[in-house]
């Protein structure tokens, strides 16, 4: 890490201001040789910036952080030009030719993460922040990023600490093991740590839907409604829409906010027998897109029971919501019950209430507010920890100190998982090659 890396920080096109971004060590020299004039850390400079032979590249504003007081830790420059891609590839070149080199995707914060400048629950939540799907996924990230999920494992993590400090003071004297449990509550103190922990998971829990979202799939036979409610859902006329039985032959996918819930919507072919090869392909498609669904929109006309044919094209274990389509043709009134949800795709009656119903059958209570953005991965280790814990109670009940003593270390080493404590390199490599370039 001793090198200087650049790259662009701003998104690709063309914009009204971008912004070249230098990490590395003692930049001072770089900055004057660019700009020839001396930079001031953290002051703002109104400068042109020059190529090798002083032709100007562009004029622009040049910041300069020197380490330690720095987004990476190291000296940081970020030269703000005109949002030209050429301007912005040539200052990048002349960056180079200075000794610089491209940086890796994610290299920047993967810095800011190994100088120590926050941990790597703050580092992930960087890239989430970038992209965000919702508001409520937005504002969770920026929770995350500014470390409420981190002091939240931080004061899990002391909780343990403080059993273990006194377990471990306790193992060289065998004879004590019983006085230690009832002196030290060990049971007590072990108790409330593992209800401390159910509720972070159920926060982490909410916290991956912000940053999953989910995939729900409509399907239904042709003509039900399903393209209908794909542009109700989406606010917006992205199906066709028409009284023909198959005019939707692909898949046809939109990302939408359910009540800050993200999701991808897909509206698929109608499932039926049929000798047009191209509604076939489309139909093969949409079970597929079954198959990697979290949840089924079952559509079917108002009064009709859901046919034997698509419920066998349905995996057993996929949950899904029944949709009683065209109340306002069968002069029904919008609701919800034990038969399904019933609305009107066309004008709109109750797909608040399908709204409703798709949030409450994933966990999601929208309601709620606060909470942080949270990973598979953290939800995992979180897990581990509550596996690890459970077994320390099972040898408490045989005064095994050694045992409970290893997994309360193994439960503390999961929870450092999470801020990147104990984490190895080829997970940080993952991790980080996932972010954006000039991030």
Request: some cysteine; charged content about 25%.
């Amino acid at each position: 890490m001793t090198d200087t890396i650049v790259a662009i920080a701003t998104p690709p096109g063309r914009g009204g201001v971008g912004m070249v971004r230098v990490s590395g060590k003692s930049l001072a020299d770089f900055g004057y040789t660019l700009c020839r004039r001396t930079l001031t850390p953290r002051l703002a400079l109104h400068t042109r910036f020059l190529d090798g032979v002083d032709h100007v590249i562009d004029d622009g504003i040049a910041l300069y952080f020197a380490s330690p007081a720095s987004f990476t830790g190291e000296d940081v420059l970020e030269l703000h030009t005109h949002g030209s891609p050429m301007v912005l590839q040539t200052l990048v070149r002349r960056c180079i030719e200075l000794g610089a080199r491209h940086a890796e995707p994610g290299e920047f914060t993967r810095r800011a993460y190994l100088n120590g400048k926050m941990d790597l629950a703050q580092a992930e939540a960087v890239a989430d922040v970038i992209d965000a799907a919702t508001e409520s996924a937005a504002r969770a990230a920026v929770r995350s990023l500014t470390g409420e999920f981190s002091a939240r494992i931080r004061t899990l993590q002391d909780r343990l600490i403080r059993l273990r400090m006194f377990v471990e003071a306790t193992l060289d004297f065998p004879e004590e093991d019983v006085e230690f449990l009832e002196s030290e509550r060990a049971r007590d103190q072990l108790s409330d740590a593992r209800t401390a922990l159910e509720h972070v998971l159920a926060e982490a829990g909410r916290g991956q839907l912000l940053h999953d979202g989910i995939r729900i799939v409509l399907a239904g036979e042709p003509n039900v409604g399903k393209s209908s409610l794909l542009n109700a859902l989406a606010g917006d006329e992205i199906a066709i829409v028409t009284p023909i039985a198959g005019t939707t032959r692909d898949t046809v996918r939109s990302r939408v906010s359910l009540k800050g819930l993200p999701a991808e919507i897909v509206d698929t072919a109608g499932l039926r027998e049929t000798a047009d090869p191209i509604e076939i392909i489309g139909i093969e498609r949409t079970r597929a897109a079954i198959a990697d669904a979290d949840l089924a929109l079952v559509l079917v006309d108002t009064d009709a029971t859901v046919p034997d044919r698509l419920l066998a094209e349905l995996p057993v274990n996929l949950p899904r919501i029944v949709v009683r389509n065209k109340i306002d043709v069968a002069a029904h009134e919008a609701h919800a019950d034990d038969r399904g949800v019933w609305l009107s795709a066309k004008t709109g009656d109750g797909v608040e209430l399908l709204i409703e119903a798709i949030t409450a059958s994933v966990g999601f209570n929208y309601r709620e507010e606060g909470g942080f953005m949270a990973r598979e991965r953290h939800v995992t280790a979180l897990r581990a920890a509550l596996s690890h814990l459970d077994a320390a109670f099972a040898h408490l009940d045989y005064v095994a100190l050694e045992l409970f003593a290893e997994e309360l270390r193994l439960a503390h080493e999961s929870l450092g998982a999470i801020t990147g404590e104990f984490t190895a390199d080829d997970l940080l490599g993952e991790i980080f090659s996932r972010f954006c370039i000039g991030k």
